[in-house]
């Protein structure tokens, strides 16, 4: 309990400085007033939309407002749409979220498989032809890499549409693309362009983690107990080697939420990140400093459930690695 506490408190911390940060930096990219008003306006009606949008505050008042409305799930309204804008993120979040689901779940079973085979088969010429372009796909840029796609599989071959979210249904609050054909062929390109990355992150991960365990003396001794090689490989070596992908898995799910806007606005995808990339063009603030704020929460709660996942597989964390070190 002394645990989750310690790692609550630095959370709420985290995210206090996540606010100012937020706060500050998008409170000096311009003046909003003179985008949501016509090039004619007057200073009084200059002036009036300030007082409104209480931008004629103190800075201390205006953020202290800030953390208020964040605590309760209020951000304000967006200057651009004028609709409010956690609204706004909520009816983003499915497309983001359903993205980066498809998005993992690829990553994590073909990274997975090839990483072990490239580590049990290490002197194989296609092991090393694996390794190369695992290579290409971690230095190829995502913009890159959906614009080919998109030129191979919706330009030349014609099967796949090149952007939008295709239809959807609603199910309660939350609109999902997954019951429909076209929702599943508009998410594909997409998914697979930020799938790639990861996938090339996790199989390299996963090879270096099984080389390394398969080195240690208990897997020695269980070959020397003579256990089937099946059994040492997938249940000893394979376990302990995917201990690291649980934290670099949970992290990276937040960077896929994170950074996303890249393939959002390569295929148009109705999410979160192309929501934020027309805030900046358009110096949305109450929006950018939401997402910015939004972003820290989710990297706060997987990075404390990571926290709490390993402690419930290694309880010796639970007090800072003490019982561990001895």
């Known amino acids: 309990m002394i645990f989750l506490l310690r790692r609550l408190a630095q959370g709420a911390l985290v995210m206090l400085v996540v606010a100012l940060v937020a706060f500050l930096m998008f409170r000096f990219m311009g003046d909003p007033v003179r985008g949501m008003l016509r090039e004619d306006a007057t200073l009084q009606e200059q002036q009036e939309l300030r007082d409104r949008l209480g931008l004629d505050r103190p800075l201390v008042v205006q953020f202290a407002k800030f953390v208020g409305g964040a605590l309760q799930g209020e951000f304000g309204v967006s200057w651009r749409n004028q609709q409010p804008v956690m609204e706004l993120i909520l009816d983003r979040l499915p497309a983001t979220i359903e993205l980066v689901v498809v998005a993992m779940i690829i990553a994590l079973l073909l990274g997975v498989p090839l990483g072990v085979w490239s580590a049990l088969n290490r002197h194989r010429p296609q092991a090393s032809l694996l390794q190369t372009v695992s290579l290409i796909g971690i230095s190829t840029p995502t913009f890159v890499t959906g614009i080919l796609l998109i030129l191979v599989f919706a330009v030349i071959l014609g099967w796949l549409p090149s952007f939008g979210r295709g239809e959807t249904v609603e199910i309660g609050f939350w609109r999902t693309g997954y019951l429909t054909a076209s929702g599943w062929k508009a998410l594909i390109l997409p998914a697979c362009t930020l799938a790639l990355y990861q996938l090339a992150l996790f199989m ?26 099946r059994l040492v490989r997938f249940r000893h070596a394979l376990r302990n080697a995917l201990m690291p992908l649980v934290t670099i898995a949970g992290m990276q799910v937040g960077s896929l939420i994170a950074f996303a806007i890249v393939t959002e606005t390569v295929f148009q995808w109705p999410g979160m990140g192309f929501l934020f990339l027309q805030a900046v063009q358009f110096v949305d603030i109450p929006v950018m400093a939401a997402y910015l704020v939004f972003i820290g929460f989710i990297f706060v709660v997987l990075n404390i459930a990571v926290d709490v996942l390993y402690t419930l597989i290694d309880p010796r964390l639970r007090t800072g690695g003490a019982g561990a070190g001895r």
């Open 204 to 229: 390299r991960l996963v090879r270096a983690e099984m080389l390394d365990v398969m080195r240690q003396d208990f897997v020695r001794f269980a070959r020397a107990r003579g256990l089937p090689t």
